[in-house]
């Protein structure tokens, strides 16, 4: 499936890009656009607040803590649920308006919220020792 993408950004992003005013199919993650203008978001090799590098040393401290310490973790994920139940409502918005895009929720606070409400439940309550 990967290799679908990078084959279809290298014959048709410039078209792509051009037609639709948008750099949808190779959209950084730490964008602050709409998550409905990216169709394919890459994490960046960066120090900005969502890459790989960053999230995996966030992960990393999550991952040292106890079960105990990452199930409280886990028990308040008020802002994860809170941005992808946005996403959601966004999609039912879109749905109703014909196809109009609205939404508001940014890249980066989508693929924040999602990376996070996966290692969590991958994770969470696991004895890692």
């Known amino acids: 499936m990967y290799a679908a993408e990078i084959a279809i950004n290298h014959l048709y992003s410039s078209k792509l890009s051009h037609q639709h005013g948008t750099r949808a199919l190779d959209h950084p993650a730490d964008s602050g656009s709409?998550?409905?203008?990216?169709?394919?978001?890459?994490?960046?090799?960066?120090?900005?607040?969502?890459?790989?590098?960053?999230?995996?040393?966030?992960?990393?401290?999550?991952?040292?803590?106890?079960?105990?310490e990452r199930?409280?973790?886990?028990?308040?994920?008020t802002v994860t649920q809170t941005v992808l139940e946005k996403v959601f409502n966004e999609f039912l918005q879109i749905q109703n308006n014909n196809g109009k895009i609205?939404?508001?929720?940014?890249?980066r606070d989508y693929v924040t919220a999602l990376a996070w409400q996966k290692a969590y439940s991958a994770t969470g309550a696991i004895d890692l020792s």
Request: one cysteine or more; a positive charge.
């Open 34 to 68: 709409s998550v409905w203008n990216a169709w394919h978001i890459h994490c960046l090799h960066n120090p900005t607040e969502f890459s790989k590098f960053k999230h995996r040393d966030r992960l990393r401290i999550f991952l040292n803590q106890s079960p105990k």
């Open 71 to 77: 199930i409280k973790k886990m028990q308040d994920i």
């Open 102 to 107: 609205t939404g508001k929720i940014s890249v």
